[in-house]
T-cell receptor, first 112, second 112 residues
Framework: EAGVTQFPSHSVIEKGQTVTLRCDPI?????LYWYRRVMGKEIKFLLH????????ESGMPNNRFLAERTGGTYSTLKVQPAELEDSGVYFC??????????FGSGTRLTVV | DQQVKQNSPSLSVQEGRISILNCDYT??????FLWYKKYPAEGPTFLIS?????DKNEDGRFTVFLNKSAKHLSLHIVPSQPGDSAVYFC???????????FGKGITLSVRP
């Protein structure tokens, strides 16, 4: 069983539309993170949940991005309205072990 | 302002030889350093890590060296294998549960 499942794997939407990305971690992990990689650049932190609470959302680009984590289980990241610069790969990760994080395969978002 | 820098975008080595991947950081508050490996269409996979209280950590063919005074770390892979061909990300954090700050990654190609 994968540690983190993300869907959809790909999403192509038009500028101005809304998209919701979902992350399903295996149970028992309180710490959940969202990251984004844009255009082959570095992977950048977006936000950190501890259970259902936002511990750190300093990386969220602007108020078009809304993240939730229902009951401390799965998490969603909504972009509304999407802009061209939002294109990239969005990764979800959980803490595993002392140093490690387990990442999902990511959702590739393309805004056209 | 990039706090973790991987200045070489790519590296090509012959199978069986040593691969040395370098990483520099500017934030002296970082105390955990990690290397991740990423294949296309997959999420980053944890490879090896080191705490700031150590200067070396070894795991099989992979060794990470940390030079705190120079704010520099390196990943050595020996011997390199074609299956090691991937993008390698250096990452750092302030504390065990904190967000990761990534470099831009380096593409390693191991030639048979």
């Amino acid at each position: 069983e994968a540690g983190v499942t993300q869907f959809p794997s790909h999403s192509v939407i038009e500028k101005g539309q809304t998209v919701t990305l979902r992350c399903d971690p295996i149970s028992g992990h309180d710490n959940l993170y969202w990251y984004r990689r844009v255009m082959g650049k570095e992977i950048k932190f977006l936000l950190h949940f501890v259970k259902e609470s936002k511990q750190d959302e300093s990386g969220m680009p602007n108020n078009r991005f809304l993240a939730e984590r229902t009951g401390g289980t799965y998490s969603t990241l909504k972009v509304q309205p999407a802009e061209l610069e939002d294109s990239g790969v969005y990764f979800c990760a959980i803490r595993t072990g002392i140093y490690g994080y387990t990442f999902g395969s990511g959702t590739r978002l393309t805004v056209v | 302002d990039q706090q973790v820098k991987q200045n070489s975008p790519s590296l090509s080595v012959q199978e069986g030889r040593i691969s040395i991947l370098n990483c520099d950081y500017t934030n002296s508050m970082f105390d955990y350093f990690l290397w991740y490996k990423k294949y296309p269409a997959e999420g980053p996979t944890f490879l090896i890590s080191i705490s700031s209280i150590k200067d070396k950590n070894e795991d099989g063919r992979f060794t990470v060296f940390l030079n705190k005074s120079a704010k520099h770390l390196s990943l050595h892979i020996v011997p390199s294998q074609p299956g090691d061909s991937a993008v390698y990300f250096c990452a750092a954090s302030e504390g065990a549960n904190s967000k990761l700050t990534f470099g831009k990654g380096i593409t390693l190609s191991v030639r048979p």
